[in-house]
């Protein structure tokens, strides 16, 4: 018979047409002969090979299907490689890893900017709540789902932490240290600010809180206050304090770092901190200003899966060498609920929100959009 090209084109639609159905279970590859058809047509240019076809009543074999490899378990990095929070993580791999009980198995991933929000955006879009995929992410993707400085659908509500790294903020001033209620009799503080949605604005929030004046200066150069907070804050005082500064109030009673300083609202009336709704916004951006990483896992995970990932942590907090970072970094690490306590505050009721949402607006810190 010529190898004419009309052939050739029945032939091509033929394979096309076999394969095409395979989707139906009446694949031309799941026949016998054809992988001897596909190797001569292959090998052999487009010419048919009658001995190779199938004969119409024989029955096709069972297809068997390749098992997939079960899927590890996988710690998402809501940051780049270079980041700090990827360090941490390279840091509680092998701890973790040890503690799942999987075969020393775990996965790395890393995604999104420093500030982390759209690491945490795309784990909120798309992991599972299977327990095979945990988050690590930085408090400045809380900071700024408080602020709305960016847009972010990741809420740590509907989480359940893990692990968390927290130092204190604290607030360092060159000069005689402010005393609460002094705006009208002083000039007020120049607060380094930087970025109009940045860690200085707990600062703010708690001077106004305890009536002292401040004002923000892009230039830290200009300024005679600076609030330190995150992973660099231990490391960047000593340089202050040769440069006149002191700590003069710090965001919380921590067990590492600072203690020297009072806590911020400290002179405030207690029925003040249990019930103004300005107080408790401040808790919450003071808690994701301090907030250095936190493990968690989507809330609706299987419990043998909670459960593992829990074993897990602990086994981070006993590692040494993260116990030597976060000393070395003036951090304290906790597990379980306390970590859930840590994260609790930033979790603003409604009327919280709604006065934070104000206070930015009276100051002009709005973002933009």
């Known amino acids: 018979m010529p190898n004419t090209p009309c052939l050739q084109r029945r032939t091509l639609f033929g394979l096309a047409g076999g394969l095409a159905g395979g989707l139906a279970g009446t694949s031309l590859l799941s026949r016998p002969g054809s992988v001897g058809f596909v190797s001569a047509f292959a090998a052999g240019g487009l010419s048919f090979d009658p001995s190779l076809a199938t004969l119409p009543n024989q029955a096709a074999p069972p297809i068997l299907a390749t098992p997939m490899r079960e899927l590890g378990p996988a710690l998402n990095v ?73 847009p972010v659908s990741f809420d740590c509500g509907h989480v359940l932490p893990l692990l968390a790294a927290t130092g204190p903020g604290v607030l360092m001033v060159r000069g005689a240290r402010p005393a609460p209620g002094s705006a009208a009799n002083r000039p007020p503080l120049r607060l380094a600010g930087g970025m109009p949605q940045s860690g200085s604005l707990v600062a703010l929030l708690g001077l106004d809180l305890l009536g002292i004046a401040a004002i923000r200066v892009s230039r830290e150069s200009d300024a005679n206050a600076v609030f330190l907070h995150g992973p660099h804050a231990a490391a960047r005082a000593p340089g202050l304090a040769a440069a006149g500064y002191a700590p003069v109030f710090r965001t919380r009673d921590s067990r590492a770092g600072f203690a020297q300083a009072p806590f911020f609202l400290a002179s405030l009336p207690a029925a003040r901190l249990r019930q103004d709704s300005l107080v408790a916004a401040w808790h919450g951006l003071a808690g994701a200003a301090d907030l250095c990483a936190a493990l968690v896992l989507p809330r609706h995970c299987p419990a043998e899966a909670i459960g593992r990932w829990r074993h897990a942590a602990r086994a981070v907090l006993a590692d040494d060498g993260l116990a030597g970072l976060a000393r070395h970094q003036a951090l304290h690490l906790a597990a379980g609920e306390e970590a859930a306590a840590g994260l609790a505050p930033m979790r603003l009721a409604p009327a919280a929100q709604v006065a934070l949402c104000r206070w930015l607006s009276d100051r002009g810190d709005v973002p933009p959009g």
């Open 78 to 150: 809501a940051g780049p490689r270079e980041s700090d929070l990827a360090g941490w993580a390279r840091l509680m791999a092998a701890p973790l890893a040890a503690g799942l009980m999987q075969g020393g198995r775990l996965d790395l991933r890393y995604g999104g900017g420093l500030d982390g929000v759209t690491g945490a955006n795309q784990f909120d879009a798309r992991a599972m709540p299977d327990g095979r995929q945990a988050l690590l992410f930085p408090g400045s993707v809380i900071f700024d789902r408080l602020t709305g400085a960016r």
